[in-house]
């Protein structure tokens, strides 16, 4: 994972260097410990090695990382993931409107997110990446892993002119993604 996330850091700081002037230092471990003990989850490896490379983007930069939506902070991140999870049984009436299981990554700023989901909801694959919607329940994976994902991301940068990033583009998903699941649908874990 390290060396997909250098090679990410290169093409972010040479190919969007404003976008990656805004992105903040990346966690010790120790740091993500405290917020692991305080959010009672434990984050997988995978997880750590991303937030130990970059914190997200700062709160007052609103640029996109990826797909129309911003990096979150892992705090940020921990702390809506709470809030959607307090929310099942009563505002989140349908099976699977929100997982417990799905930690927000990326946020488009208008209750959209991203997340990695730790437990394979949909499909028993744990670290697949799902699209959650609040108006809509659709909720596809749109990538096996984060690994699979960065490898997109980094193929996307190689690939594209610096000219060519405006504020919507979407990473291509790799191969047999996405695959179509819906709130209202039981897990298959």
Known sequence: MQVLLNKL???????????????QPGLSSAEIGALEKKYNVTLPVDLCALYQWKNGQREDAHASF?????????EHSL???????????????MENWWHPAWIPLFDNGG????????????????????????A????????PDLTSFIVSLNKLY???DPKDFDEYFEVKVPEGYPKGNYAGEPGRR
């Open 9 to 23: 850091d290169h093409y972010l700081s040479t190919k969007r260097a404003d976008y990656y002037a805004t992105l």
């Open 66 to 74: 990826v797909n129309n939506s911003m990096f979150l902070s892992l």
């Open 79 to 93: 702390e809506s993931a709470k809030e959607l999870t307090s929310m099942i049984g009563t505002d989140f009436e």
């Open 111 to 134: 209750g959209d997110y991203i997340c990695y989901d730790t437990v394979g909801v949909f499909t028993g694959i744990r670290g697949q990446l799902i699209e959650f919607w609040h």
């Open 136 to 143: 809509d329940n659709d909720r596809d994976t749109i990538a």
């Open 158 to 160: 190689a690939t594209t």
